[in-house]
């Protein structure tokens, strides 16, 4: 029974110094794990820091780039509308210009021809509908002044003064013929007393 006892205590014994060893040889083992995991999980995070900063920077490089192609698409837009309200303000000037000259062709004021007036002798040539009696104050009074100025070179003043009185009474007088002639013949005598008066503007002493 004593040797029984003995041999338990003994066995005991083994045991602890068997674990002892054991723990500090499992001591030793998991302090070298340790600092190579410690190691590697530096690395880690460091690879893994790495990695988001470079997906950061991608991110914002496409954010870049599409901020940049939206401002082109913007700035395209822009000129595109720019050009199209430009274009289209030339289509509309030219459009207006073509009324105008359309115009112009049908109503415009043009110079007397050469066969109208002769500028060295001073003649005119008046429409046959303008040499009726009724107007001859008026006609005369053009004839003489325009006749004077081809010889002396200007009018003065005073007959200058004359003779665009003389042409705007004989229009005063045609305006109130619209019963005796019709539209188109009327609108040709008074033409035709207006472009003497254009004359006359375009002589001044």
């Not at 050469?114 to 303008?130: N, S």
């Not at 229009?171 to 040709?188: F, T, W």
Request: with cysteine.
């Amino acid at each position: 029974m004593r040797c029984l006892k003995v041999y338990c205590i003994a066995m005991t014994v083994l045991a602890s110094s068997v674990a002892i060893g054991q723990v500090i040889y499992n001591s030793s083992s998991t302090a070298a794990e340790g600092y190579q995991r410690g190691l590697g999980g530096v690395i880690s995070a460091q690879g893994q820091r790495n990695l988001s900063n470079s997906q950061a920077a991608i991110n914002m490089t496409d954010a870049r780039s599409a901020q940049i192609d939206n401002q082109v698409k913007s700035v395209n837009a822009f000129w595109e509308k720019k050009d199209i309200y430009t274009e289209r303000q030339q289509q509309e000037f030219a459009q207006i210009d073509q009324k105008r000259a359309a115009y112009l062709a049908k109503h415009g004021l043009g110079s007397l021809t050469p066969d109208e007036f002769d500028r060295t002798t001073g003649r005119i040539t008046w429409p046959k509908v303008l040499e009726q009696k009724q107007y001859d104050q008026y006609r005369n009074t053009l004839d003489e002044l325009m006749k004077k100025r081809a010889y002396m070179g200007a009018l003065s003043g005073d007959e200058y003064m004359a003779a665009t009185a003389a042409s705007k009474e004989w229009r005063a007088m045609l305006a109130k013929q619209k019963d005796v002639y019709p539209e188109q013949i009327l609108s040709q005598m008074v033409r035709f007393v207006l472009k003497v008066n254009r004359e006359l503007d375009e002589n001044l002493s």
